[in-house]
């Protein structure tokens, strides 16, 4: 199983990008999908979650500006950033629970990562 992200780029303030995360392999089914990021010299944070019940949650900071989404039938979580401000900045790491065909139990899988940059 492997995540790939995509969408990260340079953008100024106020700006607006769109994440996305494939998830590919042998899945037999994904439960909660989501995005953190980690800005540097910083640990790794909760952006956002969407459930497999499509409930969602969000951080404080990125709360009414940020929504996450996802596509079942692609395996795919998307992350729409609107309002982007400087203090965004970071590397955006997709997140997936994931049941594979050969294992008997959910495990948690992590995307390499996209940058993302806003300018001031």
């Known amino acids: 199983v492997q995540l790939q992200a995509s969408g990260g780029g340079l953008v100024q303030f106020g700006g607006s990008l769109r994440l996305s995360c494939a998830a590919s392999?042998?899945?037999?089914?994904?439960?909660?999908m989501g995005w953190y990021r980690q800005a540097p010299g910083k640990q790794r944070e909760l952006v956002a979650t969407?459930?497999?019940?499509?409930?969602?949650n969000y951080a404080d900071s990125v709360k009414g500006r940020f929504t996450i989404s996802r596509d079942n039938a692609k395996n795919t979580v998307y992350l729409q950033m609107n309002s982007l401000k400087p203090e965004d900045t970071a590397v955006y790491f997709c997140?997936?629970?994931?049941?594979?065909?050969?294992?008997?139990?959910?495990?948690?899988?992590w995307g390499r990562g996209t940058l993302v940059t806003v300018s001031s």
């Open positions: 997140n997936a629970v994931i049941k594979a065909y050969s294992y008997s139990h959910y495990g948690n899988y």
């Open positions: 392999g042998s899945i037999f089914s994904i439960n909660a």
């Open positions: 969407v459930a497999s019940s499509d409930i969602t």
